[in-house]
């Protein structure tokens, strides 16, 4: 239910108890014991307050706290017997004038850790016939934060798109401009067929990334083999390795297994070694290590590269967050492959983490939760099905 249907829900329910109370029993409407500061509420009234999510205060004809909810004081919008935020006290005068419930959004300087303003959603009304007004303020902070970032992900999105489609239709035009020179025909065709490919690229990341984004468990889990998983991801960037000369080398202790999807982790394990190779010069090593670590798994991606900024290493898990964006999409990045791992690790319980040196490389190591409970390797002769 939205805070607005919530609020419009409560702001009825409350009239009905007090249009009760008015009727039924006049000589009740006390309920002494959650009453804050001696003046009477409408009897049920405090029930109803106490189990609203949203911040709540009801203020008496004079303006001061009949009631004020727990989050209303933690939030500071109700100090003593008080309404602090100035703007809110505005309007509950207002409604007490002629009767209208009133909506509005209000910020009040932050309390929270980092939090320099706390937006509020609030919902001001009449609260029966002496004067009282009952306000409802919701936290929206968090909301409007993920909201900011949808929107500019939406954003990158579409820049992101726009230069290779752009790219697409300006070769469309040269080559039927070039028509009778099969030469630049073909030149001007593989470009497309690179443009192509780069957008596809970008669709398939922005593909598996809404998949595993939504925080939901893994579809279908199973035991994983880190062995074939590695095995795959490396099979997968052999062709770009030996382009540049690098040497992909595995290492560590093999037969253990985590509990997840194994698309994913090959997924994961491909970006991370992807990138080592595009951000290493040549004739450079790439290693991948597995090794258990209690009850989880720790495989390891490690390369001789340029390695990362310091101050670029907590921003580069961010989607479309890249050092030196000519140089990513010089190589084909997308911008998303990092965004990709971290979410594959927090899909599977996990995490990620980054070791990096400018000129001399880094590490990224993957510590997902091992099958079982412990890291136990499994000798390659006993299937994994049949394997406890
Ligand atoms: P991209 O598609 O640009 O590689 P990623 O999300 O995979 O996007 O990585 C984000 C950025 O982090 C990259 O643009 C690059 O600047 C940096 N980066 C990632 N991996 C490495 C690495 N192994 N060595 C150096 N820089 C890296």
Request: aromatic letters at 4%; proline letters at 4%.
């Amino acid at each position: 239910m939205s805070f607005a249907a919530l609020a419009g829900f409560v702001v009825g329910a409350l009239a009905v108890l007090f249009y009760r109370n008015q009727i039924e029993a006049p000589s009740r409407i006390t309920e002494p014991e959650t009453v804050e500061t001696g003046a009477a509420l409408p009897q049920g009234v405090a029930s109803v307050l106490a189990v609203l999510p949203s911040s709540a205060v009801v203020l008496d004809a004079h303006d001061r706290v009949l009631r004020a909810s727990s989050a209303a004081r933690a939030f500071g919008l109700v100090k003593g017997d008080r309404l602090m935020a100035a703007e809110l006290l505005a309007l509950a005068r207002q409604v007490r004038r002629d009767g209208e419930i009133r909506e509005s959004e209000i910020d009040v300087a932050g309390h929270k850790f980092g939090q320099e303003t706390t937006n509020f959603a609030v919902r001001v009304a009449p609260l029966g016939t002496y004067g009282q007004v009952l306000v409802l303020a919701e936290d929206q902070t968090e909301r409007r934060r993920v909201e900011a970032v949808r929107r500019d992900f939406v954003a990158n999105v579409s820049h992101e798109l726009k230069t290779p489609v752009g790219a697409l239709s300006l070769l469309a035009e040269t080559i039927q401009d070039a028509a009778d020179d099969p030469e630049a025909v073909t030149r001007f065709a593989n470009r497309m067929q690179h443009e192509a490919a780069r957008l596809n690229h970008l669709v398939q990341d922005l593909i598996t990334l809404s998949r595993i984004q939504g925080a939901e468990p893994i579809p279908t889990p199973g035991q994983v083999s880190i062995d074939e998983a590695i095995h795959d991801a490396i099979d997968y960037c052999n062709t770009k390795a030996a382009a540049k000369d690098i040497a992909l080398v595995s290492g560590g202790t093999e037969g253990l297994r985590i509990w997840g999807d194994d698309e994913l982790l090959v997924t994961a394990l491909r970006n991370l070694i992807d990138n080592a190779i595009a951000y290493s010069p040549e004739h450079t090593r790439v290693v991948v290590s597995v090794r258990p670590a209690n009850d989880s798994v720790e495989i390891s991606v490690s390369d001789q590269g340029i390695g990362i900024p310091e101050e670029a290493l907590e921003r580069i898990f961010e989607r479309f967050f890249r050092v030196d964006a000519a140089r990513s999409r010089a190589t084909g990045g997308t911008g998303l492959g990092l965004a990709i791992v971290k979410h594959v690790a927090a899909a599977h319980a996990g995490e990620v983490s980054v070791w990096s040196k400018e000129g001399s490389g880094s590490t990224f190591t993957l510590r997902l939760p091992a099958f079982g409970g412990t890291a136990v390797a499994v000798p390659p002769s006993i299937p994994l099905e049949t394997a406890k």
